[in-house]
């Protein structure tokens, strides 16, 4: 029975009860963790009214089947228990949202203003449940499900089947925007194919028994009766030719391939990166980036080795297979019964040996990943392994994941040699039996002469390439379909943060800045923020000051949409920031955070970031008051000079001042500063704070510091302490408070600063 999309005869009959029937259903899919991360039976689904969730809790003996000959009907037959069903309206639920977790997922919801989490569970139906939670989206915000996903769910099948037929065709779908190509590519696989077969017959049947055996009946059809030198020169003549235009066929196979697979891959690599760029910051923090690179990279690369090299030779081989035994059956019925007696052990062996390859690409994906993350942090963290002197144990730390992906490719190579070894034992018994019994009809019975059975021998051993071929194409089959599968993960992945159809445009911004009981945390019941409320005026100067962790970058990057919030709502000019453009957003909020990062490429390139079409003298002005002109100016090549990829060239210093310069040539109406004179000494960060005076003049500018002499400038300051704002008032107004978080953080900074000068 198939594991589908949907709920199971007792789950249909219990939700009965409560007024919903079949035809109700618009989607759903299995769900199999409790809130308590117990594993259980369970569903959820939605009608055009409610969001429901059944929950079935298993016997202590239930044995939970992850794969396996069970897993097709363990949600359909196996229920031990009722269901205890939770149902929701539609209505009241906004920010439906999916977080990933290592080994678990949840989806939640804020239902009548409330975070709730909705549904837990395991990776095994992550993929299901990503369709179910973008139907769920777009129903609640369009009131209807996208006319593909209608058409998906009426032929519904086995989830395994179902899932690698619409990944090859979804990817098939990257190389037949190349028509003409493709016609060319088919066209000249086409006349190698006809050669290839022309080939043994021309060798065989007519040369040795129509010309070298004087068949003058036959030449006599080619008006060449007895001029057998005539037609032996002519049967070299086309011999040539045949390899000739073989020849010729593959040059262009090469070349169209090259153009073919050179585009595919291009656009492939466009939309995951394309899509990638969509996703929020919280997928980036989740993943690691060797990681990404992997499917980036590699994933492609194989896609690209299968639908090139392996998938248009299948249909080739398919064919002069079949052709090639109707020739052969055509000459001698009875050769080419004994030719393929053995044809059904091969389709046999393939079958077994398939499922075999495909779990172990998927292994050695894994092991490879892991190879590149480590790699990646190695080369990305090689300063600090440096400094502490860490090569060996890092050494000793790549063993164990390289020696995995060692072990993970042995394995695929041993289990290609079985396809080989067996493909390859039936061919030569095969060329064996075929030369045996031809010989013998040669010699004893004369039914056939013997340039049929040289034909019969150079087909059989014409044979040996599509053979071989399909020895390992299925190898490349189950990595290409898993490398596409990842890729079409990131280009399927729903970004947290989302556009509304009809944004609101922020063409005039103020700057003003309303927080309304706005709470906020990175898992599900566990704040950060909580209950801010808070109004920055345009124009003013905000200092935010907390302790470490207090929930000071958290607030600006809901302010800048870098998160949504859980609860409550952030204005900016009376604007909800989920209804405006990101455009406007991302143009009108530029954030100076203390981790810079700096691109490959010239300084100037790198100041214009925000505003490629700064002039030279805009971007000079930019870098003048972040103080960085003069720095720049001693570079080799000044503001040309080219730096090496994350700013390595430069000093912390140096590259938060062209990461200040980025800020001002954006000309921000909201400027966020977080902790953005952190890495510089105290000339420098004067020389900024000078700069600062006048660049915050007509924006509003919010500024985090630790560093609380860099806050006099503020119009006011808050103090944030466990996720609330604790104080708040002028710096003369803390400093009355001498049992404020201030007032102390303060005195501790003034104190510490003592001390360094008595030393």
Known sequence: MKLENKLSKNALKQIKDRGISEKDILSSSPIDLSSDGEYVKGYIFFTKEKLGVMIMHLPGDYIKLFKGVREADEFILDEPENYEI??????????????????????????EGVPVKIAVFTNKYLEMMNLFVRRLRTYVKEGKIPVEEVKEEKKEENPKKKN???????TLKYFLRYKAQICALILTYSITAVMGIA????TGKVLFDKVIGKDDAYLSDFGLGGKYLLALGIVALAMLGCRLIVGLSRYMQIFVMAKVSSSAVRDIKSDVFDNMSKLSLNFFVNKETGGLMTRVLSDSEKVREFFVDGLPMIFVHSITIVVTFVVMYRLNWKMALIACILLPLLVVMTVKL???????????????????GKANDNLTGARVVKAFGQEKAEIERFIHPNHNLRDAEINIVRLRNRFTILYNLIQEISSIWIWIVGVFFVLKTHSIELGVLITFVGYV???????????WVFRMWSDSINSAERLFEIIDAIPDIQEKENPTRLESPKGEIVLNDVTFGYQVGRPVLKNINLKIREGEMLGIVGRSGAGKSTLVNLISRLYDVNEGSILIDGNDVKDLALSDLRRNVAMVSQDTYIFMGSVAKNIAYG???????????????????????????????????????LSGGEKQRISIARAILANPKILILDEATASVDTETEKAIQNSLKYLVKGRTTLSIAHRLSTLRDADRLIV?????????GTEEELMANTDGIFHNLLELQNKSLALNTNF
């Open 461 to 471: 051993m014409q044979l040996n390439e599509p053979m071989n071929f399909f020895s």
């Open 86 to 111: 939770t149902l929701y309206d539609l209505s009241k639920m906004e920010h439906i949202r999916l977080e990933n977790y290592i080994g678990t997922n949840i989806m939640t919801s804020d239902y």
């Open 720 to 728: 944030i302490d466990g996720g609330r704002i604790v104080e708040e």
């Open 354 to 372: 398939r499922p075999g390859l495909w779990m172990l690409a998927g292994k050695r994906h894994r092991a490879e990943k892991a190879v590149t």
């Open 199 to 202: 080939w043994p017959y021309l």
């Open 164 to 170: 690698k037929r619409s990944i090859f065709g979804r």
């Open 611 to 649: 505003n490629e079409n700064a002039s030279r003298a805009e971007i000079i002005r930019a870098a003048k008051l972040a103080s960085a002109h003069e720095f720049i100016s001693r570079l080799p090549d000044g503001y040309d000079t080219v730096i090496s990829a994350a700013g390595k060239d």
